[in-house]
């Protein structure tokens, strides 16, 4: 996982301490279980998976502060 960034000057973000959280995306068809969630989210939606975005995971440690969303 890389450390979450905000939007900054440079196209890659810049590093802001009011995100302490740490993400990654999880690529489509990497892993049996995560094809079946994309194709059960895929009937749920309407939308073939090769329209939907893949997975993300996030951690947020327990010592790390957490800050309402913004949208």
């Not at 690529?27 to 969630?37: E, G, H, I, Q």
Request: net charge negative; hydrophobic share 30%; proline share 7%.
């Amino acid at each position: 996982m890389k450390r979450s960034r905000v939007v900054g000057q440079k196209d890659e973000g810049d590093i802001h301490d009011i995100r302490t959280s740490a993400g990654t995306f999880l690529a489509r068809n990497l892993d049996p279980v995560l094809t079946t969630v994309d194709e059960r989210l895929a009937m749920w939606s309407g939308l073939p998976p090769s329209h939907q975005e893949d997975m993300q995971a996030s951690q947020q440690q327990a010592t790390q502060p957490q800050f309402p969303s913004r949208h």
